[in-house]
């Protein structure tokens, strides 16, 4: 079974930084995608961006407009999140995602983590 494990949301003042972990185990597609999405309290979840694991390629949602970056460590099977620049905007329950292909849509994901809470204050 897939288990997917987030940490490191936290407090942050606007403008700070913060990088999220997701902690991979029990991994069963070949070509595997992991995204982050995020939620924030009354709005529907919405992706932020991906990592396809084989290659590390990369890709995110137009609006974070390079803010952030996504990394994967083999050895450790744990994808990343760094967040720079945080904005009040980005407050949110940050998730973990796994899929067999690429996407952009909670229905691409087949796995999901728990969240972790992010709050940025102004």
């Known amino acids: 079974q897939v288990q997917l494990v987030e940490s490191g949301g936290r407090l942050v003042q606007a403008g700070g930084s913060l990088r999220l972990s997701c902690a991979v185990s029990?991994?069963?597609?070949?070509?595997?995608?992991m995204g982050w999405f995020r939620q924030a309290a009354g709005k529907e979840r919405e992706f932020v961006g991906a990592i396809i694991w084989m290659s590390g390629s990369t890709f995110y949602e137009d609006s974070i407009k390079g803010r952030f970056t996504i990394s994967r460590d083999n050895a450790k099977n744990t994808v990343y999140m760094q967040m720079n620049s945080l904005q009040p905007e980005d407050t949110a329950v940050y998730f973990c995602a796994a899929a067999r292909k690429a996407g952009r849509t909670s229905r691409d994901y087949d796995y999901w983590g728990q969240g972790t809470q992010v709050t940025v204050s102004s």
């Open positions: 029990g991994r069963i597609f070949t070509n595997y995608v």
